[in-house]
């Protein structure tokens, strides 16, 4: 009787560890998004802050760029913005052939040929030794880990055009909201010197996170790319379960959202994606208008660098006949279209 005790305990203990191994497996976006906010640093790690731009929000903008990013879109401009960690890129054309990174590098990850110079990413470590050392700048950081004072006297430097054309500062990304007491603290700086403030965002986050986020923010940039799961899944990482929930809970909170849509010929230019995309969005409270955001391969050439696979090629810009019809469709559901942002 104890010997059968025994094996029955152990049945138990293993259809439990596949139950929790079933859980994880379902839900490994939402672990993997919580576990960043465990480490999450209140000096943001950025990796550009681009100033007088014109397509991140209203009028005259300074855009903060963090970086880490839980979707892996196939189509994705800022792929040096996905990994949540600081990385090293190789540029060709300035290389000049010294070998001194080669000899530097303490993990040996650089090996060359004919070729070039290549980087193997299983033994980088990024201490940007190579970096520090070559002397045609041919090895770039791409990340770098920044104070809040330093951002916000790069925000400042442009007050008096967001005073002019009313613009202000933007957040974007990667996604903002996985380093939202970074965020936050700007934000609220920002808010006291009244500075308008925009978040880019995916809307993959903790709900808890974007409503506490969303009482410091002037304006969501909100992305929808698709409304089937399924298919969001498959070109992004991730469903988009999570997403449409937090765009119907920051509605009702009060808050003013542009939709972006980003359009791909053959992928999410159908009537019908299209019609339930304009049905969900015109339900909404708080919607200021729909960007559409034609797809194009500007970004081709950053995924080199990066030394990562470009899944985006195989996809077209859309033509003006599709533009024309989905901007149509959007109309139709009483939205206010833009083509671009």
């Not at 330093?150 to 380093?179: H, N």
């Not at 700007?186 to 409503?211: N, Y």
């Amino acid at each position: 009787m104890y010997r059968y005790d025994i094996v029955k305990l152990e049945i138990i203990f293993i259809i439990n560890t596949l139950q929790l191994y079933t859980i994880i497996l379902l839900y490994s976006d939402i672990f993997c998004y919580l576990f960043s906010m465990t480490t999450n640093n209140p000096s943001p790690l950025l990796f550009s802050i681009k100033r007088y731009a014109l397509h991140d929000g209203p009028n005259i903008r300074t855009t903060v760029f963090f970086k880490g990013c839980p979707l892996s879109c196939f189509w994705c401009h800022n792929p040096e913005g996905i990994n949540p960690k600081a990385e090293v890129i190789f540029v060709k054309d300035k290389c000049i052939g010294c070998r001194e990174c080669l000899h530097g590098c303490p993990e040996s990850a650089l090996t060359v040929d004919d070729t070039g110079i290549h980087r193997d990413f299983s033994r980088c470590t990024t201490c940007l030794e190579c970096v520090e050392i070559c002397p045609s700048l041919a090895h770039e950081a791409v990340g770098y880990q920044s104070g809040i004072n330093e951002v916000m006297a790069e925000i400042e430097k442009d007050r008096l055009f967001y005073e002019q054309s009313g613009g202000g500062v933007t957040f974007s990304g990667g996604e903002p909201l996985m380093q939202p007491q970074a965020l936050l603290e700007l934000l609220k700086r920002c808010g006291e010197r009244g500075i308008h403030r925009a978040v880019d965002t995916t809307g993959f986050a903790p709900t808890a996170i974007l409503l506490d986020i969303a009482k410091h923010v002037d304006l969501f940039l909100y992305d929808i790319k698709v409304m089937d799961a399924e298919l969001h899944k498959r070109y992004t990482g991730v469903d988009n379960t999570l997403i449409l929930k937090n765009l119907k809970v920051l509605s009702e909170s009060g808050a003013k959202i542009q939709i972006r849509v980003p359009l791909l010929a053959g992928i999410n230019d159908s009537d019908h994606n299209i019609r339930l995309t304009a049905d969900f969005i015109c339900n909404l409270k708080g919607i200021q208008g729909v960007d559409l955001l034609p797809y194009h391969h500007f970004a081709s050439h950053k995924y080199l660098k990066l030394g990562g696979e470009y899944r985006g090629e195989q996809y077209h810009t859309p033509d003006s006949q599709c533009l024309a019809r989905v901007t149509h469709i959007f109309k139709d559901f009483g939205l206010q279209v833009r083509l671009g942002a």
